[in-house]
DNA sequence: CTCGATCCCTGGACGC
DNA sequence: TGCGTCCAGGGATCGA
């Protein structure tokens, strides 16, 4: 699942392959996940790819204006936002070599190829953005994870009451950490997912960017993760799953400590710790079942029995 | 503000 | 072999 190594690795890929390129035309497929079908047909044709780069889980590939300017209004450069969802790939090919099953998108660039994209869940995102549209929507996500100083990392996370695990996942707080990414560096920091945020130290924060930087460093060095179908520009999948030490581990042993990993819901994701590195925070028990008034009741259980 | 629930979608795993 | 069922997961959205 694409997280910010692996969109990284598609982005440098794709910067090398079809920047400078010029989008001939547009053909759509199933177009429920791009937000103004219309707009992509109209406003790609004609422009020239300047720069692909990512931005937290998008990939940001920035447009010229059009080479035949002779619409006014949508004479500005813009850029094509896509998210690649669960699922979502980005591949440059020969016209020629046959589409992919769930193909939903090709610009035909002037070299004769296709940039395609193919998703077959479709829980991507394609937009095309431009002007102050554009810096507005770029503007509701967080720090990058790699950008960030230590200090605005500590600031946004120890303002806020939530679990790290949820304050990791959210693209308004850090910028493009999911969850394989997340798991792994708690684990690494040894932070239980669901550590308050305003509750942990500097020194805590201190060790989750470092190792956060780490993993995430490393991973781009591998490609990224490839645990069911992620491929590159390249149609090459990563190692770094290889590496995984507690994400998809369930049961297994924890490589430092030898206790079995566990899985909890936190955030309402899968999260994957070990019990013994990554101790809970006071009043994280048996909970995650199903209502309050369940776990209330268990609470009281315990105490009466105490109580005896 | 923070939470959980729900929906989106399809393929793969699993049970019978 | 072929069903049916469950699950995965990012993000939007809604109600508590």
Partial sequence: MPELPEVETVARGLQSLITGRRIVSVSLGKTDFIDDPAAIEKELPGRSILEVKRYGKFLLIRLSRPATGEDASADEEGALLVHLGMTGMLLPQPVAEPAKKHTHVALLLDDGRELRYVDARRFGRMAYLAGDVLQKELQRFGADPL?????????????????????????GVIRGVGNIYADESLWKAKLHPAQLGERLTNEQLGKLY???????????????????????????????????????????????????????????????????????????????????????????????????
Avoid: W
């Fill in 147 to 171: 950008a960030a100083s230590l200090q605005e990392f500590v600031s946004r996370i120890q303002k806020r009451r939530a679990r790290i695990k949820a304050l990791l996942l959210d693209q």
């Fill in 210 to 308: 470092r190792t956060l930087q780490e993993i995430l460093r490393k991973a781009i060095a591998l490609h990224g993760s490839s645990i069911s179908d992620f491929l590159d520009a390249d149609g090459l999948p990563g190692e770094y799953q290889r590496h995984h030490r507690v994400y998809g581990r369930e049961g297994k042993r924890c490589v430092r400590c030898g206790s079995k990993i566990r899985r909890v819901i936190v955030a309402g994701r899968s999260s994957y710790y070990c019990p013994n590195c990554q101790k809970a925070p006071r009043g994280f028990g048996m909970m995650g079942k199903k209502t309050k008034a369940r776990a209330a009741a268990s609470k009281k259980n315990e105490k009466s029995k105490k109580g005896k």
